[in-house]
């Protein structure tokens, strides 16, 4: 795997090594950040089931602030944590090994509120819907901020969700499904 844009461009990061993660390839990867960006002046991201980091390593180095990175496994978190020191992003990051919820519920309490939320949790196995409800009962996201959900093209999620519109949905293969989302608290 290796970053696609910005000021690591070209630097590699290491997968997770073990075969039930399933890294978002740089071809989905380069897609997402051309429909969310494709550069950024800032913004606080939440990079949740994380595995390696590839996503909010991506946002980093194509100038997101900081981003705080959730997974529940220990070979992602040790993986995830080799990958920050190899491109100095200590001072950029926040790496929690918690599940989803407890890690959702934890941001809540430290009244953070994100500009980018990126999803991608094992495919049918959680419920987007019920995470985006959780992002969204806990203020955990500031208005107009996108979320950026990887799911099994099996899953179908709305085109609208209470504050959440979707304004891009693209698969690619035979399995992934990459749906966008655009927050606004007054849900218009």
Not at 44 to 60: K, N, P, R, V
Request: aromatic share 8%; with cysteine; proline share 4%.
């Amino acid at each position: 795997m290796r970053i696609i844009a910005g000021v690591h461009k070209g630097r590699h990061i290491e997968p997770v090594p073990h075969q039930s993660t399933r890294p978002t390839t740089d071809k989905v990867r380069e897609a997402i950040f051309d429909m969310i960006g494709p550069f950024f002046n800032g913004g606080l991201a939440l990079d949740l089931f994380a595995g390696s980091g590839g996503l909010g390593i991506e946002g980093l180095s194509r100038g997101f602030s900081k981003v705080i990175f959730v997974d529940h496994h220990p070979k992602a978190i040790k993986t995830l944590n080799h990958n920050i020191k190899e491109l100095k992003l200590e001072d950029k990051t926040e790496i929690f090994r918690a599940d989803a919820i407890r890690a959702l519920k934890g941001a809540s309490k430290r009244d953070l509120a994100f500009d980018y939320v990126f999803l991608d949790p094992p495919y049918l196995k959680f419920s987007i819907q019920d995470i985006l409800m959780q992002l969204e009962e806990l203020t955990l996201i500031k208005d107009q901020a996108i979320i950026v959900c990887e799911h099994d093209q099996k899953e179908s999620l709305p085109d609208i969700l209470k504050g959440f519109h979707k304004i891009k949905e693209e698969t690619y293969g035979s399995v992934i499904k990459v749906t966008i989302y655009k927050w606004n608290r007054k849900g218009e």
